[in-house]
């Protein structure tokens, strides 16, 4: 998982993600204020070099992130770039939409800046930061305990499956797209037993240590939290000035 | 297939949050409820949220040669029911969101619309429907994962079409667009996902009947019914 | 070290749903500050009985005491219990449900209504207990096993148990993860804290436990200091074990006059050595054709000699 | 046993996606018929090294050979050689994925594509060469932990490899599987199958094999007949392993004229008190206090006399 490398890899792994996020949070507000394409891409601009020169993220790194979501954005604009009515014969008929550059223009820009700024956030903020924000922010507790849960699990989850995968593979499990899915079946039907099996375990090891309610966990402190927040906050403003006044 | 981040105008990503709300406040209270007579269910449901991520990062052999990632959501309805699988799709969102920078913050309403509401849904109805019909286990299984997939897609590709309806055709056409575009990875996932869930839950069944009666799934309520 | 007895395990019988690998009546002690060894196969009852004494089983028949009163299976009685006494399961993926370190060993204290700063101390003690406060800070899927594993131990730690139970802590562990491990149950031993493990390598409890008690399906069949092990043969041989290497070799030696019957008992096979190398040489050399010495294939005194 | 070489692993490094845990130019070979430990700390890259000979992994650089060929990599070469070399993984919940223990086994030869005949004979032959003919119908979930670790030994058996790999085959096996599973490999090496398993026991490593492979830090930093292990304390300290028990304890009897240097060394403990008990008799007894024989605290004597 290359985002959560970098998130506790980069420069500003230890600023408080609420500063974190009131910049992620500016940097899409900006992206939406902007009206025009060249603003959203200027807005684009500006978190990804914060992201890669303020936080130290690499650009190898980034755009190996950003790919999946690119790859949408370039599907979906072919079908903006056509436009399809009916024919005099009630047949269907194919052209260039009439608006599609300015359209493809605008939702692209808006698309990319906004991406920009979410991964301003995950790639330099850890989500166990993020859950932590999200505390703060009081988000409902059943929400949070599944979200700890999930992420400590997705790994050890992920590492069972990764293993079993490896187990198939050296019996020949894959030999065939056939064979393929017989095991794959195989396979997710052994992670549901471990699902109850796992959960099942983690219930005994919380009642062991007295838990049997809510999870509840010491947050970390973050130095300069309140200095680094006004900070965001400032650029956050300037953020949506910069779209606003790039507009006109 | 999630709707990436910023691609929907503003208005359409506050009015799919807006009508997710109302679903998520539900599956909230359902599973505090659950959870108040059943605590041990709080490690179930994230572990199943665990299990759901991981899920999707499965490649599938597909029919077309294309790669394709089962959503999971219909294996999770039909074990652990459409109620407490809204917020576990919702978590799974999240996650791919913020680890995956797969789908967006800004979409998030409209892709928990698709995926963890209509797609849980409409899983949980067919398979419901299949069973009162008295289809075979398998094949309600199948319609169950097989509709429940096609419909998160249909969702998505309406939630598109209403956002960027074509400039001469309008709607219409444009849902026949993007509908046509995303068909050839999403037909054939839908069709995989199905069967992998039939073999899932065969595999399940002869793991030890036992076991599996003693759990609280969805999937026996739904075959007792 | 007293012999105040802190546990105390009556008749006690386990039956699970399934009906499988419980306890079938099994009667222990564990005297206060003393380091045991519950020593059995897999399958023996080790895993069900440290789960009773946590309180997390019940028993089905039979009865726990602790201090002389019986366990007190009330939601405040448990609570109080698991304060005093401490489980650290075998699988740390099983046990370890936070995102990072400190926020995982916070849990117990936090779940025991501690204010922020007392739970704050207390993580901070616990990490430094186990030699993981270099690591606080990480996420807990970047640890290798063995701190994992001695998370999982801070965890109990900072709820300030009495008892500390593990379940086959040396499980999966090599050799320097083993030795660190040791150092920190040593630690906490001299702390004054009962340490109660589970094992089923003889060699191991031999040479750490003060007590041990044999488990055999679900009783157990012998329970002694640790010393006496070597009378026990029988007791082990019905549990499926053999007597400890040192033990088996002191009597050879001993029989052959090689090592006086005096010496106090070797409880290691490092020890063993340290006792014969004190002891007085003897000359096989002269005894044996020439040739052979100089074709010696075991290398035993050339390698001795290079070390000296 | 020829010196023919079945697996030739020449400079090969592998780095993983994270940058961590690989190989850094390993090389070494493996005879045909032979019995090879691989011995390493946690971490020293051997089950990484397992994965590359079944081609689960490909090498960054360097090459391996199979009877002298490279590893082809193509879907029907890798087919090919994991069919003559066979993996058995650690943990056996990771790869056995059926309902019944028949089931798993056959999972591999269905896989091969034979017929439903061939695949019945050979998953009865594969069970009954780790003998759990008994347990064909049982569903895997019921199994102990050591019948579950050789029902992964039958999978790989029913593919019929020439060269079995085992990662760490004696972990978490109390003293009575471990028993049994040695007297399964001893069985599979008498037919002439090649075996490799990883371990940082060094102990057993001195004990079972015939070829010795010492890895650390991703490389195979000496490769020697086991016998010669002795002269090796060199290469174990760089690994983090000590000589095994044994040759620490044969060197202090040769060096205190115990024991004849001429003896073919003892591989094993029991080996030891075996060639001790052979030796001739001395009396101590006699040359101490006559109080301190009485309140012998070594009881060696007292349990050998019992047991003639």
């Known amino acids: 998982m290359l985002i959560e490398q970098s998130a506790y890899a980069n420069r500003w792994r230890a600023v408080s993600p609420a500063a974190k996020g009131g910049f992620a949070l500016g940097g899409l507000l900006a992206a939406f204020v902007a009206n025009t394409p060249t603003a959203a891409a200027g807005i684009a601009l500006v978190v990804v070099a914060t992201t890669l020169l303020g936080a130290r993220v690499s650009p190898w790194l980034y755009l190996r992130v950003a790919a999946p979501a690119t790859a949408f954005l370039a599907v979906s604009s072919l079908s903006l770039m056509f436009s399809i009515s009916l024919d005099a014969s009630g047949g269907p008929q194919w052209q260039f939409a009439p608006d599609a550059v300015s359209r493809i223009a605008t939702v692209a820009s808006r698309s990319l800046a906004s991406l920009a700024a979410l991964l301003f956030l995950v790639l330099t903020t850890p989500l166990r930061d993020l859950i932590v924000l999200l505390r703060q922010l009081r988000v409902p507790e059943v929400i949070l305990d599944l979200m700890v849960l999930c992420y400590r699990m997705l790994f050890v989850l992920s590492e069972a499956m990764h293993d079993m995968l490896t187990a198939q593979a050296a019996r020949l499990g894959h030999a065939s797209a056939r064979r393929s899915l017989h095991s794959l079946g195989l396979l997710a039907a052994n992670l549901v037993v471990q699902v109850w099996q796992r959960a099942q375990a983690l219930a005994t090891a919380a009642l062991a240590r007295n838990g049997c309610g809510s999870l509840r966990f010491l947050s970390p402190a973050f130095a300069h939290a309140r200095r680094d927040t006004l900070i965001a906050a400032a650029a956050s403003l300037a953020l949506i000035a910069l779209a606003g006044s790039l507009d006109r | ?225 | 070290m007293t012999t105040r007895l802190i546990l105390e395990i009556c008749n006690v019988r386990h039956v699970y749903a399934t009906g499988s690998n419980g306890l079938a009546g099994c009667s222990l002690n564990i005297r206060q500050g003393s380091r045991n060894a519950l020593l059995g196969a897999n399958g023996s009852g080790k895993t069900t009985l440290l789960q009773q004494l946590n309180g997390l089983l019940r028993p089905t028949s039979g009865a726990i005491l602790i201090d002389g009163a019986p366990l007190d299976y009330s939601r405040n009685g448990l609570a109080a219990l698991r304060r005093r006494v401490g489980l650290v399961f075998q699988n740390p993926d099983r046990q370890l449900f936070s995102a990072s370190v400190c926020e995982d060993v916070s849990f117990g204290p936090l779940n025991l209504g501690l204010d922020e700063a007392e739970v704050r101390e207390r993580v901070a003690q616990s990490l430094a207990a186990v030699g993981m406060t270099a690591m606080a800070e990480r996420p807990v899927h970047h640890l290798s096993f063995g701190q994992k594993k001695r998370v999982c131990i801070a965890g109990v730690l900072a709820m300030r148990p009495e008892v500390l139970l593990l379940d086959e802590p040396m499980a999966g562990l090599d050799g320097a993860a083993q030795t660190e491990l040791l150092a920190v149950l040593d630690d906490l031993s001299g702390r004054g804290i009962t340490i109660v493990l589970s094992t089923h390598d003889v060699d191991f409890a031999y040479r750490w436990a003060d007590d041990i008690h044999v488990l055999a399906a679900g009783r157990c069949i012998a329970s002694f200091d640790a010393g006496r092990l070597p009378e026990q043969e029988v007791a082990l041989q019905a549990a499926g074990q053999s007597l400890p290497a040192v033990v088996e070799l002191c009597r050879v030696l001993v029989a052959r006059g090689m090592l006086p019957p005096t010496a106090a008992a070797p409880r290691s096979l490092d020890q063993l050595a340290a006792s014969l190398a004190d002891m007085p040489s003897r000359h096989f050399v002269e005894t044996l054709p020439l040739g052979a010495a100089a074709h010696s294939y075991c290398d035993g005194r050339r390698g001795w000699t290079r070390r000296h």
């Not at chain 2, 990503?13 to 009508?19: E, P, Q, S």
């Not at chain 2, 791919?96 to 928990?112: D, S």
């Not at chain 2, 094949?139 to 249909?154: E, K, M, N, P, R």
């Not at chain 2, 054939?188 to 039939?198: D, F, K, M, R, Y």
């Open chain 2, 1 to 225: 297939m999630h709707i990436m981040e910023g691609f929907l105008p503003v208005e359409h990503a506050v009015g799919w949050t807006l009508a997710s709300a109302p679903f998520v406040v539900w599956s909230v209270r359902a599973v505090r409820a659950r959870l108040d007579e059943y605590p041990e269910q709080r490690m179930l449901l994230g572990v199943a949220a665990a299990f759901a991520l991981v899920l999707s990062a499965l490649k599938l052999p597909s029919v077309t040669g294309s790669c394709s990632h089962p959503t999971g959501i219909g294996l999770g309805a039909l074990l652990f029911g459409p109620a407490a699988m809204v917020l576990v799709g919702l978590v799974v969102l999240v996650f791919q969101a913020l680890l995956l920078a797969h789908g967006g913050l800004t979409t998030l309403g409209a892709n928990v619309f698709s995926m963890a509401i209509v797609g849980s849904f409409v899983a949980a109805g067919v398979f419901r429907a299949s069973r009162t019909f008295r289809l075979s286990l398998a094949t309600s299984v199948f319609l169950a994962a097989c509709l429940g997939d096609l419909a998160t897609y249909v969702t998505t590709s309406v939630q598109l079409a209403w956002a960027f309806p074509d400039p001469a055709g309008g709607f219409v056409a444009s849902m026949a667009k993007f509908a046509g575009i995303f068909a050839l990875t999403q037909i054939p996932l839908a069709i995989t996902e199905g069967l992998l869930t039939v073999l899932v839950v065969n595999a399940l069944i002869r793991f030890n009947a036992d076991e599996m009666k003693h759990l609280p799934l969805f999937l026996t309520r739904g075959a007792r019914a």
